[in-house]
Each structure stands twice: as structure tokens, then as C-alpha cells.
């Protein structure tokens, strides 16, 4: 049998071979770029964008903040007692029947009734506090919550501390509510009803409308002085939280570099408060002339080699807010001197302003301060707003550090001191601590326990 020879399809072949070519060209060709890329990323560094998005992410943890103020304990119930007291007693002699307070910073000092507690409605619920006297004429604090009906089991599990049980009078949907808030205050006959200067104008209406021979005005500055005077138990809280703010900013600065934008910026700032364990955190950062307006451009700016940073940041601990600003420089920053010659002038005006605080002193008289000292160099007008304003439960909250305020300074206040210079469309400089005025009435900032103000444009 003849043997055929094995005949193989050329086509075939070449179709394999062309492929198998083909393949190892795009191979070789991908190994070259990557060797390319090698080369060129080991002598210049990562592009501008990737080096960016890889310093930015992910966010830095700052879990070292933590534990600054894990030591620090909230107010204790025996403290809304004894608060509770103090009102009862300065209504009794006002001759007042009785405080009213929506829940809000003032509820919360006197009851620890705050707006995260309960959510402000339509429907009021309110904190009616009464002097009431026993029967060797010493005044008692009774104490009221008006709750809608449906609501009365929640509003019963609310951490209220009293002396004596608390009263919850309770309005059905169809039943006017201030009616029974009235009928709840024992002695009003034609009396006085103070109403805490937060409340909302149909909350004081109704009010009135439903007490018609007595007077519903706003708590007087004997009541708001009970709040504006803190005690040792706020005063170590607020100086917790003002010096983890500091820390924050601090730690944050680290974390920087020029090219980064605000929102970069605000994102560590916040992400560093959260961190320390404040609540609430809030923040402003701008960069360069961005920071001439105080309250910021709403623009997204990158920050420059020749920028100040400014970051203006708060939170809460226990209830009790930080404020806190810094304008600074990043360690690879080149700052004009004649903006450097600014940042000095402000941190003067802060140092002059915090001199003159004393107790007796008239609050305008803080803020001139401050303004004389820029107007020596020929920059009063460039200061804008009001020196600075009491703080506590509050961010902001009276007294004032304003021209032609004539609050007195006491011991137990608490304000900012937040001079700055603004020159549209060039700079922006702040600085801001909060201080506190002690019991030789000499005024001490929050942030002492950290090191106090700034000290330089590269030391935040």
C-alpha cells in the first residue's frame, strides 16, 4: 500500500503564526511604555494630579486627638438643680411667675433639654420653670414640661434632673396648647411671664393671647447672666474643647501641601475634629485672597506657594462649643513680607485686646482696643466686624465685643478675640481664641493649656 505524504494546511499555519506575532508585538510594545513610564515617574516624580489624588486618599486618621479630653466629664445632675434654684430664686425676686423656654441652648443649661433631644415643631413643647414657696417661705423651683398629648410618654423619658417631680401638663390636638402651658403656672394672676429670647414669635403669641392680663416679655439680663457666667464645671469642658480644636488645626497643617484646594482642606479639618470626639464639627478654610471676604467667596481656591491658609473651626463637647481660627503658612511657603508685617499687626491687636479684658470692663472697650492697635498702623478700617462674642452652649451668644456695647465684663464670661485684617482682592488675616475671665478677673485665654495664641505664621 503506497503511503500518501502528510500534506499540511499552509493557511492554517500562517494564521497561527500571524497571530502568535502579533500577540508578542503588543507584549513587547506594553513592557517598553511601562519601562518608559519607570524611568520617567524615578526622575521627576508622579504627575501633578495623581500626586494629588494619592495625598488626598485616603483621608488621615487622627485617632491621637481622641483622648485629650476623654477625661472630661458632662454637667451633673446636681448642677441643673442647683441652676434650676438660681432661677427660682432671681424670679422670686423680680416678681416674675415664671420662666418659659423652648428647648434650645437656654433649656439645656437649665434642664438639659436641648434641640437634639427634641426636635422643634409646630407643636410646642416646652421647659415652664415657677418659683414656688414652702411653707417657711424658702423658694422651691417647680418644674413644668408642656407636652403634646401623643407625646407625653416620650417627653416622660426625657433626662430631665429635678429637686421635686416634674409636672407634664399635656394638650389633645384639639386644645389650645398655650392655654394649658398657662393654666400649668401656679400664682400667675396678671404676673409677669418671661420667655427666653431664642423662642420663636408664635411661641411668645400664643402665649400672650392666652394670658392676656399678664405681661409675656424676654427674660431680662438677670436671667441671661446666669448663663453668660460660667461655672468651673463649663469652664474645664470649654477649655477641652477648645484645645483639641487647636491640636486639630495643628494636626491638620501637617497634612497639607501647596496645590491643595479648600475643600481638601475642610474635608481634613473636619475628618480631624470628628476624630478628637466633637460633635457638630464645623468648619471654614481659605486660601490666599479668598480669606478677605470673613464668611469666604463660596469658590473652591488652590492653595498657592505665596497663600495664607486661614481654617476657622468649632465643635461641641458636652454641649459646650470651641471657636477657633488660624492663618498660617505650610512650612514650603513663601509669604510676601509685607503680608507677613499684617499677620504680625493682627496677633498684636489679639495680645491688646485680650489686656484690656478685665472684669468691670466695659465690652466696648476690649474691642477698641484691638482697633487702636491697627489704627497706630493705618488699618482700623480693614477690621469689619465686632471684635468678638460670648460663647458656651452657643457658638455665638451674648454679651458682645462690639463699639458702643455698654455690657459690663464679669468673672465667668467667656468671648472670642478674633481681630483680622481684610484687603479685598490681596488678603485676609484672622486669629481667634476664646477666653475666659477668672475669679482675680484677669482674662485667660481657653487654649493656655496648649500653648495659648499663635505665635507665628509657621507656628499655629
Known sequence: MDEKPIVLDQSHTDSRVRKHTYRSSKLIVACIIVQVVILIYRLTGPPKALSRLTRSQPEPAFSHLASHCAHVSPIPAESFVARQQALAETLHTLGASAYIAEPGASA??????????WFLSERPLLLIISPKMDLEDRVHAQVSILTPAFEATRAKLLSIPSESEIAYPAWPEDVDPYGVAVSAIPNLNGGTVYVDGMSRNFIVDGLQQAAPSSKVVTAPVEIQRLRERKSKEELEIMKCVNEVTVLAIRAVREKMYIGMRESQANELIISALSAAGLQNPGALTLFGENAALPHGSGTDRVLGAHHFALIDCDGSLHGYHSDVTRTFALPDSTIHNAHLRLWQ???SAQAHALTA?????????????????????GYAQYLTHRLGHGIGLEVHESPYLRGGSDDVILTGHTFSDEPGIYIEGQVGIRLEDCFYVDDEGNAIFLTEGVGGAATGPWSP
Open 357 to 377: 479684658a478685665r472684669n468691670g470692663t466695659l465690652t466696648a472697650e476690649v474691642d477698641h482696643a484691638a482697633r487702636q492697635t491697627l489704627a497706630a498702623q
Open 108 to 117: 439645656a443649661y437649665f434642664a438639659n433639654l436641648s434641640k437634639s433631644q
Open 345 to 347: 499687626l493682627v496677633h
